[in-house]
Each structure stands twice: as structure tokens, then as C-alpha cells.
């Protein structure tokens, strides 16, 4: 069936480091991908998009890889924050149908000083 | 505007009442959304509604009972409720359903006792 999965549930930084946060998908004809991030008590809060036609896409201090090959998919934060630290969900738009994001398990960034 | 709001932020009900959420957004979006998240989960979706029609039902109980007033608000009906209810209820928009970003708001987390 449909999946969308992420390869480590937490993920430990040290301030001003990078993040790498990595999401792996199993529908070859899925083409449009959210990166959210959940703080604590909070929704989710949109980070950045890609579509299939794109394999890379910059916003601030974030960028989105992905590798259709393989279907992989990636979240590199630079310059690590304490702020950035949250539960980050990938979630696959294609998958249920344009109408329904179908989001991965979530991987918990915890950002030391 | 780029907000979702819901209310209440928080709800403890019994068994036997009735009760409502409530969402609102003023980005002109046609397309509205109640998911369900449990702790350290992704959020599920549960309903879809496009340009006020019910699009989507994930085949939820009817004791949730959504409703769509008008384009900026959308309501969550909540009766005879069981204790593994208990949960946070996400509102979100997008422009409309399709590949679109989804906008959520703070969530109402939900206690059924």
C-alpha cells in the first residue's frame, strides 16, 4: 500500500549545525510534497513544497531534495536553531488523491546549544 | 490574513454530550479540512470540504458530524463521543483541493472522560 516514511524518529543537533531530514515514499506516480513542522502544542506549520518537476528547491535556510529515482526525499535545515527544534512531518500530496496529504511518521529534531 | 483559527483550544465532554468545534479562516480558501492527530502521531484526515460541499469522508463514526456554514467556517459536531476520541483535531485550508498547501490551525485538544 501507500507510504510515506521517514528514515530516523529523532534526530539530535548541535546549534549552528546542519539538519538533514530524510523521507522515503513509495508511490512512483506521487509529484507533489509538503514539509511541515509541528511544534509542541501547535499545528502544523507549512515549510516548504516541491513537485515532481523540480529536484531541489531553496526557501530561508531550508531545502527541499528530491530524488524521484529512488524516491527519497529530503529537509536540510542550515545553521540549526533552537527554534527549529520540532516534530517534522514529509507529507505526500499525490498519494489519496489531490484531495488529502498522506504525511509520514514524523521525525523529532531536538537542537542542542 | 494567513491564519486558521479554532476554538476551543481545549474541550473535556463525557460520554453523553454534545459539543462543537469550530474553525474560520479569511484567505479566501474554498477547500477546508478536520484531521485527527493522536500523541506523537501524524495527523489523519477525516473530512474534506470543497466550495462547501462535503468532498471527502474518511469513514468516520457519525457521532462527528462536520458541517460548512459558509466558506470560511467549518464546524465539527461532536456526540456520544468514547474515551478513545480523545485527541487533537486539526483544522486546515488550502486555495482549493488539489496541489495546493494546506494552512492548519492550532488545533482543540479533545478529552473524552
Known amino acids: 500500500g501507500e507510504s510515506v516514511g521517514l528514515h530516523l524518529p529523532t534526530l539530535s543537533v548541535q546549534e549552528g549545525d546542519n539538519s538533514i531530514i530524510n523521507c522515503a515514499y513509495s508511490?512512483?506516480?506521487?509529484?507533489?510534497f509538503i514539509w511541515y513542522k509541528q511544534e509542541s502544542g501547535k499545528g502544523p506549520q507549512f515549510i516548504i513544497d516541491?513537485?515532481?518537476?523540480?529536484d531541489k528547491r531553496q526557501g530561508q535556510r531550508v531545502t527541499v531534495l528530491l530524488n524521484k529515482t529512488v524516491k527519497h526525499l529530503s529537509l536540510q535545515i542550515a545553521a540549526t536553531q533552537p527554534g527549529d527544534s520540532a516534530v517534522y512531518f514529509c507529507?505526500?500530496?499525490?498519494?489519496?488523491?489531490?484531495?488529502?496529504?498522506?504525511f509520514g511518521a514524523g521525525t523529532r529534531l531536538a537542537v542542542h546549544p | 490574513d494567513t491564519e486558521v483559527t479554532q476554538t476551543p483550544k481545549h474541550l473535556v465532554m463525557g460520554m453523553t454530550n454534545k459539543k462543537s468545534l469550530k474553525c474560520e479562516q479569511h484567505?479566501?480558501?474554498?477547500?477546508m479540512y478536520w484531521y485527527k492527530q493522536k500523541a506523537k502521531k501524524p495527523p489523519e484526515l477525516m473530512f474534506v470540504y470543497s466550495y462547501e460541499k462535503l468532498s471527502i469522508n474518511e469513514s468516520v463514526p457519525s457521532r462527528f458530524s462536520p458541517e460548512c456554514p459558509n466558506s470560511s467556517l467549518l464546524n465539527l459536531h461532536l456526540h456520544a463521543l468514547q474515551p478513545e476520541d480523545s485527541a487533537l483535531y486539526l483544522c486546515?485550508?488550502?486555495?482549493?483541493?488539489?496541489?495546493?498547501?494546506?494552512?492548519f490551525g492550532p488545533g482543540t485538544r479533545l478529552t473524552v472522560t
Open positions: 484567505m479566501g480558501h474554498r477547500a
Open positions: 507529507a505526500d500530496a499525490f498519494s489519496g488523491g489531490y484531495n488529502k496529504l498522506i
Open positions: 486546515a485550508s488550502s486555495l482549493a483541493v488539489g496541489a495546493y498547501e494546506q494552512y
Open positions: 508511490n512512483s506516480a506521487s509529484d507533489y
Open positions: 516541491i513537485r515532481s518537476n523540480m
